[in-house]
């Protein structure tokens, strides 16, 4: 059975940084690239970053280049998200995910004054 767990997430001032992790089993974590999803209050799911099995290529969406890292620890089958000079539009329901239909449960990220 596949599962991803995340953590992490808690509510941190604008300008402020944050570690998601991203536990996964049930599958040969090495083998896929992963990717980090979000989803803000009221709005759908946005893709933010992905990395590639071996973690030699990573890619992210415009509004969080150079402020977001992803990578991955294939040993550990962990997948990460460095997440730093945070915006408040960087709020919401952040979820690893193996494919567009499998995903974590979500950790929730609030940035906020």
């Known amino acids: 059975e596949v599962r991803l767990v995340e953590s992490g997430g808690g509510e941190v001032p604008p300008g402020g940084s944050l570690r998601l992790s991203c536990a996964a089993s049930?599958?040969?974590?090495?083998?896929?690239?992963m990717s980090w999803v979000r989803q803000a209050p009221g709005k759908g799911l946005e893709w933010v970053s992905s990395i590639e099995g071996d973690g030699g290529s990573t890619s992210y969406v415009d509004s969080v280049k150079g402020r977001f890292t992803i990578s991955r620890d294939n040993a550990k089958k962990s997948l990460y998200l460095e997440m730093n000079s945070l915006k408040p539009e960087d709020t919401g329901v952040y979820y690893c995910a193996k494919s567009a239909l499998v995903r974590g449960q979500g950790t929730r990220v609030t940035v906020s004054s």
């Open positions: 049930g599958f040969t974590f090495s083998r896929y690239a």
